[in-house]
């Protein structure tokens, strides 16, 4: 992962947690443009499962299934975006 | 690995038709990839009870997810529900209730509210063994030196001190110079790495030995930031959970370039010192 595309992942990342915190619809969107930022790179598979997650709680989901998926995609990017900022804090990557 | 999922039920996540297999699989990559040093690890920062906004967490789920990561024990103390006294008195006796049933392995930190009386309650907690006390100033509703008094009482007890510092609080370094002016030999341990206020409680509070900052929820830029000899690892349970909080801490030496010691000590020795 270069510099820059950790910058885009966290940035986009932290608009995802502020939506989930929220509840706000437009989480599942977001995820899914912060999936496409990390496809290819090593923390990728995680965005994905997050942003499928988002998708599958943005239904008719119980609440209490849909609050346990929106806390699973939270802790899916949480790992995300501590990949991302260790590699802009200088662990391992190009710069 | 088997139990809950990135901190969740399994069973609530099969009606979503949620990938638990890869879920499972994602999890254990990542802790299996830190490459942590074997030592004693404890987590500085979980709630038991049921919390106004719905998270919840019993003891033996605690205690299962210790197991799965191999962690010999964890700080406790109630969740957000102060009850009809207002004083946690129900929360704080199943916590401790919970602790006395543990072997040990949680160690019960009494949550009180400095606006209210607390007396009787803190004189409850001395009775029944509790090591330390909780405060939540946003929960609560106070300012941090709005509570010299208690943490002064708790201080005499020998306990630390765990504060909120995370998400919703207000300039905190200021006020927590403050508190620890009022309250002198008081112990202070700043939860979520004082992400509310990092860089000023950092650059006025980071080298006082008697401030701890705990790991949970915290964030990475914040903790590579902190000598390691004064911080503990935290998870937050049932807000977080320990996969991220052990990833956190991995990643944060490597970047900071923690000696083995040091990392022992942010996995168990620094809280184990201050609980002794």
């Not at chain 2, 009606?15 to 990559?29: I, N, V, W, Y």
């Not at chain 2, 009482?153 to 504060?163: F, H, R």
Request: aromatic share 4%; proline share 7%.
């Amino acid at each position: 992962m270069t510099r820059a595309e950790a910058v885009r992942l966290v940035a986009a990342l932290a608009q995802c947690e502020i939506a989930m915190v929220r509840r706000d619809p437009v989480a599942g969107p977001l995820l899914a443009q912060a999936a496409r930022a990390a496809e290819g790179l090593s923390p990728g598979p995680l965005v994905a499962a997050a942003a499928r997650m988002a998708r599958l709680i943005g239904g008719d989901a119980p609440p209490e299934a849909a609050a346990a998926g929106r806390k699973v995609a939270q802790a899916l990017c949480r790992a995300a975006v501590q990949e991302a900022q260790a590699v802009l804090l200088g662990e391992d990557g190009p710069r | 690995m088997s139990g809950r999922l990135w901190g969740e039920d399994p069973g609530l996540l099969a009606p979503l038709g949620a990938p638990t297999d890869e879920l499972a699989a994602l999890e254990r990559d990542l802790v299996d990839g830190l490459g942590l040093p074997e030592t004693e690890l404890w987590d500085a920062h979980a709630h038991l009870g049921r919390d106004a906004d719905g998270h919840a967490l019993t003891a033996d789920g605690l205690l299962a997810d210790l197991d799965r990561f191999g962690f010999a024990g964890a700080v406790c103390f109630p969740a957000n529900e102060p009850g009809a006294d207002g004083q946690f008195a129900d929360a704080n006796r199943r916590v401790r209730e919970a602790a006395a049933a543990s072997g040990g392995r949680l160690v019960p930190f009494c949550r009180l509210d400095p606006g209210m009386p607390w007396d009787g309650e803190l004189a409850a907690a001395r009775e029944a063994g509790v090591r330390g006390l909780k405060l939540h100033p946003i929960a609560q509703r106070f300012r941090p030196p709005d509570a010299a008094a208690l943490v002064r009482a708790a201080t005499d007890l020998g306990w630390p001190v765990l504060i909120h510092a995370g998400y919703g609080a207000r300039p905190l370094a200021g006020p927590i110079q403050t508190l620890l002016a009022r309250a002198p030999g008081a112990r202070l341990i700043l939860a979520h790495g004082a992400r509310g206020d990092a860089r000023a409680v950092v650059e006025r509070l980071g080298d006082r030995d008697d401030v701890l900052f705990d790991t949970s929820l915290a964030a990475l830029p914040d903790l590579v930031g902190i000598r390691p000899e004064r911080l503990c690892l935290g998870a937050d349970r049932p807000y977080g959970e320990h996969a991220t909080a052990l990833q956190l801490v991995a990643l944060a030496a490597r970047v900071a370039g923690w000696d083995a010691d040091q990392l022992r000590g942010v996995l168990g020795g620094n809280l184990l010192r201050w609980l002794a």
